[in-house]
């Protein structure tokens, strides 16, 4: 016989605010965390208590239909900050605060290499920008003129090697696992290095990347007051050398895990994260000041989705920044051969999520006027962008925003509901409609309608007393009475327009049936 719902039926309620917790589909939806989802698409979750949709990105200039393969913040003392790409066979820059056009430096590279860049100090000179692609000789770039110099191939040259950093005045480079230095504050790299004497051993396996194109997979990273993060494909090491570096500064292994992409090793606070086999992994600062792995499971073992897809034929590509308490790393995924999705991981709360729609080769963070701006180089093409923008397109462009909750079953897995209502609430940003879905027992979607942005905007005059906060909040019910008997249900919230996205909380209240005698 039918079962209804009466007033003495055991009423069931769920209300999630936070998903500080962000994305995770390694496990099964029912069992994540509370404050986790299933899936969220270009949504920002840096606020607990709420999800936005991430901000877009403007255009600064289309250099060219390459590819990028590298950008740079150069910022000398004294000189104007310079925003530094390379594309194709050219580098170019475009001088702070960013208006007008680049300019071409120099245009007779090999085509096609990712680059890594520097700034370290040159007496008689001040900053100067290393450039190095693994292929060519390294160039030096003038702070003021950007005027280049080759630094050629000699034993007193550095190795033709992009794994290059600064760190205590000299430059440092890593080729088949010889980490050599240069003097300190010379008056020419081109004769600051002596690689037969001045190298230290660091077996940190391969170095170089798998693609034919380049050498990507190694990374030099200092640290704040412990010396430098040597990563290789197979190993990570450190070393703490001396003032001036001397024989018995012996480096140490620190894991035998490697990176593949020698542009995802960044600096953390005080850990490096870095894209190794099984995902992203760190090493991290213990109270006692040392350096360890941390957990066994990699940081984005959450992401059991994204990690199937990505083509670890082309990963080596895959570039990474920290910006704004979020650690954001570009990958190839599925049949791309170059990055074109972006996975953002909230270290304070350990969530991640996904954005679609950059194809992203390498970043730069820039000083323009005061303001640190986010900016990257495209994949596919010369175009940069700046990342972050007050917009809520992608270079003039819609994208979506998708989140999907988790499996609800409302603490009561084996019994089974029906009837009730999910609930959304929102902050009124727009006018436009949010697309309200609900999946039972993972029988596929149904919509249950959508909701509009707009709110009740107060007009003058009015009656007093009034609250101005209730006109920012959208509130919507939908009714699933319709839908049937469930054991688990799960929210997807839409929206494909070019309006800005916040959503506070998302309820379901439901009823458990009464058991009836199948007798």
């Known amino acids: 016989m039918p079962i209804t719902n009466a007033p003495d039926d055991q009423r069931l309620r769920v209300i ?5 917790g962000g994305m995770n589909n390694r496990q099964e939806g029912t069992v994540i965390a509370e404050n986790q989802v299933t899936n969220l698409l270009n949504v920002d979750i840096d606020v607990d208590g709420s999800s936005k949709k991430r901000k877009g990105t403007t255009s600064l200039e289309d250099l060219s239909n390459d590819a990028g393969t590298g950008l740079y913040a150069f910022q000398p003392d004294g000189w104007g900050n310079k925003l530094v790409a390379t594309h194709g066979q050219k580098l ?19 085509d096609g290499k990712q680059f890594r860049f520097t700034t370290i100090f040159k007496s008689g000179t001040g900053d100067v920008m290393i450039a190095a692609n693994g292929t060519d000789n390294t160039f030096e770039y003038h702070p003021n003129t950007m005027v280049e110099t080759d630094l050629g191939d000699t034993n007193t040259s550095p190795p033709k090697t992009p794994v290059i950093a600064t760190f205590r005045n000299r430059l440092w480079t890593l080729d088949s696992n010889l980490l050599s230095y240069s003097d300190a504050s010379p008056t020419d790299f081109s004769a600051a290095f002596d690689r037969t004497n001045n190298a230290f051993r660091v077996p940190v396996g391969t170095d170089r990347a798998q693609s034919a194109d380049n050498d990507r997979a190694g990374a030099i990273v200092p640290l704040r007051d412990t010396g430098m993060i040597i990563l290789g494909k197979e190993e990570v090491w450190g070393l703490s050398p001396s003032v001036v570096p001397q024989a018995t500064d012996q480096p140490q292994k620190i894991i035998d895990i490697g990176c593949v992409a020698g542009k995802t090793a960044q600096l953390v606070g005080d850990d490096v994260f870095f894209l190794a086999a099984d995902g992203v992994r760190g090493v991290f600062r213990t109270q006692q000041d040392k350096l360890q792995l941390g957990q066994s499971l990699p940081i984005s073992f959450p992401l059991k989705q994204e990690f199937d897809s990505i083509n670890w034929a082309h990963a080596d590509r895959a570039s990474a920044i920290w910006w704004e308490n979020r650690y954001l790393i570009a990958l ?13 991981y909230y270290p304070a709360t350990n969530g991640w999520s996904v954005y679609s729609g950059w194809n992203v080769a390498d970043w730069a963070k820039i000083d323009v006027s005061g303001e640190e701006r986010l900016y990257y180089i495209e994949s596919d093409d010369g175009e ?10 992608d270079a003039g462009s819609n994208f979506a925003f998708t ?5 609800e079953d409302l603490g009561s897995p084996l019994q089974q509901k029906n009837g009730g209502e999910v609930f959304i609430k929102a902050k009124a940003t727009g006018s436009s409609s949010l697309t309200i879905d609900a999946e039972f027992d993972e029988g596929g979607y149904n919509n249950l309608g959508t909701m509009s942005m707009s709110g009740n905007l107060i007009t003058f005059p009015v009656t007093f007393p009034v ?43 439901t009823y458990v049936d009464e058991y009836a005698d199948e007798e």
């Open 384 to 393: 940069v962008l700046r990342a972050f923008a007050d917009v809520d397109q």
């Open 16 to 20: 999630r605010r936070s998903i500080s």
């Open 92 to 110: 170019e820059s475009l001088v702070s605060p960013l208006s007008g056009s680049f300019t071409e430096e120099k245009t007779n590279y090999t």
């Open 332 to 344: 190839p995924v599925d049949s791309s051969t170059t990055n074109n999705e972006v996975w953002v």
């Open 467 to 509: 609250s101005f906060l209730d006109a920012n909040i959208v509130k919507e019910k939908f009714h699933i009475d319709s839908y049937g008997d469930w054991y688990n249900m799960r929210i997807r919230v839409t929206n494909t327009s070019s309006d800005d996205i916040e959503l506070l909380e998302r309820s379901i209240i």
């Open 403 to 407: 989140e999907e909750g988790r499996r």
